[in-house]
């Protein structure tokens, strides 16, 4: 006859083997033999958790705990159970119920630093991780997450000498591995970080962690740990490796969070900076769908989806998409993101250009134009264009000198100045300046009571187009604009046509009703045309363009709810809308990459 105790020692050979099915029955049968054996409810217990099955096993730890109550190894077990059901409170009473009756248990002294790890107690965490590894000190999981509790608490060279001894014990080891190189770059060490990142990812070429950390060393190394314009020297080469590296790792974890992040992060940077092709596009806008699922107030997966529908030239579809999702916001959340900000500004759905009031409707919202002089035009100059820059008064004072010094030359353009908030010095020189070319000018007083500086700035950057509307109805003339910080080339004004002209611009502008300075890298929509130049007909569809866009930003401005860029969304967004339907004008595309008429200062 088989005895009790035969049963569990063959259950417990079956179990020590891993051959769970075996051992499980035997320790049932001993249980409907004594219901309240403890080893056997201890047992199989842990089997149970072995299974999948905690919440099995906390009931028959929690009995065998009532029956053992001085049993460390019972009530750790039972810690561990507690865990995996997501009762962490019991589970931290548990594993220090384990620790309290044997100090020298190492496995519960690991096992609780790890959950106070999981719950934010990285302080907690590492003196448990300690006192396991004062009883067994080459254990190399204790290491690498004391290393891991370090770091959270910003003692970088101490998680980076954990990490070190981590690996002493355990070479092959690439979470340790990753974790030291992520602990060195904290220390202000990239080249060591990278060199432990590519050996990680040699270790592990399909493991995603690893390709991950070596693809964010790679994408520091090309330049993108830094702010990126369309100017940053770049590594392409680099890049394009780190971004398959990237999608490597999301090949071998779809789920893989910080590599989809990554993937994202560096679209949107390379985008901005218009190194973004097609291809990167696509692949990083998949990976902002699974970050959306995983997150569905991501701004920046967000906006990308948004900007990839703009490549694929639907930017109505773009905007109704960041208009939904912007719901989830409150006002201020969305004052405060970048990305939430330029897609406020970004109205191309259909029937929106149509819902806004004419700009002249608008207008007495806005402080009134006063002309203080118009531009004299002489005999056969009526209808020649005239050069119009828009600015403040400190921006006046410290640019638009050497604008005017570049215009007057023998027969060059006439020249109109609006000027907000000028000074008696500034309105003075401007009648100083009278003498040299021809030139009108108008001003506006605003009080700026109130006002915070992105406001304000964005107002001296917005209102020009309101004034462009009002000054092509006043004098019926062709306008050029241009940025107040600019300076005509000679290419300009050595090939005018007869006097008072702009020379080869005017002649690129024959048979046009719209003169655009386009950026044709696919920035997205608030870059995509830059308004440091613009050049308006006064023929019926440059009229209706420039009258729109002026009522896109009035309608905006009247509401508070205009920011930086707003000046180059409006044009664009007009533009888009007035094509679908077929009422675009005929636009003079200009590339901003190769504009030889305008020396232009600083980036733009």
């Known amino acids: 006859m088989v005895t009790v105790r035969d049963a569990l020692a063959a259950a417990v050979g079956h179990h020590q083997a891993g051959r769970l099915d075996e051992a499980r029955p035997l320790y049932l049968s001993i249980l409907q033999a004594i219901p309240g054996h403890p080893d056997a409810l201890h047992l199989l217990g842990v089997l149970e958790s072995q299974r999948g099955l905690p ?71 590492v003196g448990r991780y300690r006192q396991a590894l004062a009883r067994h000190a080459r254990f190399p999981e204790a290491w690498n997450n004391l ?4 770091l959270a608490l910003g003692r970088a060279g101490e998680a980076a000498q954990a990490f070190a001894e981590a690996l002493a014990l355990r070479p092959e080891d690439v979470e340790a591995r990753i974790n030291r190189a992520n602990a060195l770059a904290t220390l202000g060490r990239p080249d060591a970080a990278a060199r432990l990142r590519r050996q990680a990812a040699a270790l592990a070429p399909a493991q995603a962690d690893a390709l991950h950390n070596a693809a964010v ?52 940077a390379l985008l901005q900076a218009g190194r973004a092709d097609d291809a990167l596009l696509e692949r990083a806008a998949r990976a ?89 035009a002489g005999p056969g100059e009526g209808d020649r264009p005239i050069l119009a820059l828009s600015c403040d008064d400190g921006y006046y004072r410290r640019f638009a000198g050497a ?11 006439a020249v109109h100045v609006h000027v907000i908030n ?39 950057a917005c209102i020009r187009f309101l004034r462009w509307h009002q000054l092509l109805g006043r004098l019926g003339r062709p306008l050029a604009h241009v940025d107040a910080d600019c300076t005509l080339t000679e290419c300009t004004l050595t090939e005018c046509t007869g006097a008072g002209g702009l020379g080869a611009l005017e002649e690129a502008m024959a048979g046009f009703d719209v003169g ?43 509401r508070g709810r205009g920011y930086w860029m707003l000046d180059q969304a409006a044009p664009a967004c007009v533009l888009d809308a007035l094509e679908r339907r077929g009422e675009g004008p005929r636009v003079r595309a200009f590339d901003v990459l190769d504009f030889p008429w305008v020396r232009f200062i600083g980036e733009k």
């Open 217 to 268: 060393s790679a994408l520091a190394e090309a330049g993108l740990d830094r702010t990126v314009t369309h100017h940053s020297r770049l590594d392409d080469a680099r890049i394009a490796r780190a971004v398959r590296t990237l999608g490597h790792a999301l090949a071998a974890d779809p789920r893989h969070a910080a590599a989809g992040d990554a993937l994202v992060g560096a679209a949107l």
């Open 147 to 150: 290393g891991t509790a370090l």
């Open 288 to 376: 902002a769908l699974a970050a959306l699922r995983r997150n569905p107030r991501d701004s920046r997966a967000a906006a990308l989806v948004a900007y990839r529908l703009h490549r694929r030239g639907r930017l109505d579809l773009a905007a109704r998409f960041m208009a939904r999702f912007s719901r989830r916001f409150t006002p201020a959340e969305l004052a405060e993101d970048f990305e939430l900000r330029l897609w406020s500004m970004v109205r191309a759905e259909r029937g929106f250009l149509d819902g806004i009031p004419p700009a002249d409707e608008q207008l007495s919202a806005f402080a009134p134009l006063e002309v203080l002089f118009d531009a004299p």
């Open 55 to 125: 919440r099995r096993a906390v009931l028959l730890l929690r009995r065998a705990v009532a029956l053992r109550p001085d049993d460390g190894d019972v009530a750790g077990n039972l810690g561990l159970a507690l865990r995996a059901v997501g009762d962490s409170a019991g589970a931290v009473r548990a594993l220090g119920r384990a620790l309290a009756l044997d100090p020298g248990q190492v496995q519960a002294a690991y096992n609780l630093g790890n959950l106070l790890l999981a719950d934010g107690d990285a302080a907690g965490a």
């Open 403 to 413: 604008l005017l010094e570049s215009a007057a030359v023998p027969h060059g353009p």
């Open 516 to 558: 655009l300075l386009r950026d044709g890298r696919g920035r997205g929509p608030t870059r995509d045309i830059t308004v440091c130049f613009a050049w308006f007909q006064p023929t019926p569809h440059g009229r209706a363009y420039l009258e729109r866009t002026a009522a896109y930003i009035a309608w905006f401005l009247r």
């Open 422 to 460: 000028p000074s008696p010095e500034t309105e003075a020189d401007l009648a100083a300046w009278r003498a040299r070319l021809p030139l009108g000018a108008s001003r506006e007083r605003v009080d700026f009571t109130g006002w915070d500086d992105h406001r304000r700035i964005t107002y001296y």
